[in-house]
């Protein structure tokens, strides 16, 4: 083999390493593995539908939502992740702590979104909870939790229902956390 050609054919491995690992990585964790069906079922004590996959962005990574109908309305999680890997190659942050840290800032620097805003302690990472989302970082993975429970009861007023909605979707959302904790162990 002549050295010109072996030149050419260890560039063209090089490059196919150097643009092909980066879309290898890109593809991150399967939420839908990481909060299974079964879960989702676990936590609403109810059947819920197959996970749907999507591509999501902003931060860049995958989502899996499983929802159910109850009394004509319909119910449900979203399980979020994204990789440092995904969110360095969409090009807008830098990394999951990056998105993560600007998120936090942006929640407790302004009048009414710091209204909303709360530390949540979940064993493994650091989170916080915006008001309808559950945002938990670890290490490189940042997933987001978005649970909408039925609530059933009599309240009062809206003000003590949106109250105990809020509880009951913070409740359920760190207790999806820990099982995605448990697994990114």
């Known amino acids: 083999m002549r050295k010109g050609t072996y ?25 839908c593995e990481l909060f299974s069906q079964s879960d989702a079922e ?9 996970g749907v996959l999507r591509d999501s962005v902003t931060p860049a990574g995958k989502s899996c939502r499983y929802s159910f109908k109850k ?35 942006a929640r407790t620097s302004h009048e ?8 949540v302690g979940v064993p493994g990472g650091e ?12 290490g490189d993975v940042l997933f987001l ?11 009062k007023d809206m003000d003590e229902m949106d109250t105990a909605l809020e509880k009951k979707n913070l409740d359920l959302s760190r207790h999806a956390a820990g099982v995605i904790l448990g697994r990114l162990q």
Do not use: M
């Open 7 to 31: 030149i050419c054919i260890l560039t063209a491995v090089f490059a196919a390493v150097l643009f092909c690992v980066p879309v290898l990585g890109a593809e991150g964790l399967d939420p």
């Open 42 to 50: 676990a936590l609403f004590k109810e059947p819920v539908s197959p």
């Open 71 to 105: 009394n004509g309305s319909v119910f449900g999680i979203s399980v979020r992740v994204c990789t440092t890997a995904e969110i360095a190659a969409e090009g807008i942050y830098a990394s999951a702590e990056d998105v993560f840290v600007r998120r936090v800032s």
């Open 112 to 119: 009414e979104t710091s209204k909303t805003f709360q530390e």
């Open 127 to 138: 989170a916080f909870w915006s008001g309808t989302d559950l945002w938990v970082l670890k």
């Open 145 to 155: 939790v978005t649970v909408h429970a039925p609530l059933e009861g009599v309240f």
